[in-house]
Nanobody, 122 residues
């Protein structure tokens, strides 16, 4: 089970850090990803990190502004979001996948958190 938190309302240019805690005992074996879904749009890839954190990958739209990290001892993955823009407004979902192969597609993930809303005002 994945539990996402940390969303909220922030002004453009501000920062937020999302967290996603896992209650599973095999967290360290999973690729972890963040996706987002804005109103009226499909769920899209944001960032992913490999099971030991050696590989990370970002969508072009967040490259250089967002940082994904994980703490396997705490079974938690984070998404640090800086220089937020109104177009970053969305519900953010964390997800766990069994391999790195499908890191940037929702099809590559088996488990999903409930989502946390991020609203960026202009």
């Amino acid at each position: 089970q994945l539990q996402a938190s940390g969303g909220g309302l922030v002004q453009a240019g501000g920062s937020l850090r999302l967290s996603c805690a896992s209650s599973g005992r095999t967290f360290s074996s999973y690729t972890m990803g963040w996706f987002r879904q804005a109103p009226g749009k499909e769920r899209g890839f944001v960032a992913a990190i490999s099971h030991v954190g050696g590989n990370t990958y970002y969508a072009d739209s967040v490259q250089g502004r967002f940082t994904i990290s994980r703490d396997n001892a705490k079974s938690t993955v984070y998404l640090q979001m800086n220089s937020l823009k109104p177009e970053d407004t969305a519900v953010y979902y964390c997800a766990a996948g069994p391999t790195w192969a499908g890191y940037n597609s929702y099809r590559g993930y088996s488990y999903w958190g409930q989502g946390t809303l991020v609203t960026v005002s202009s």
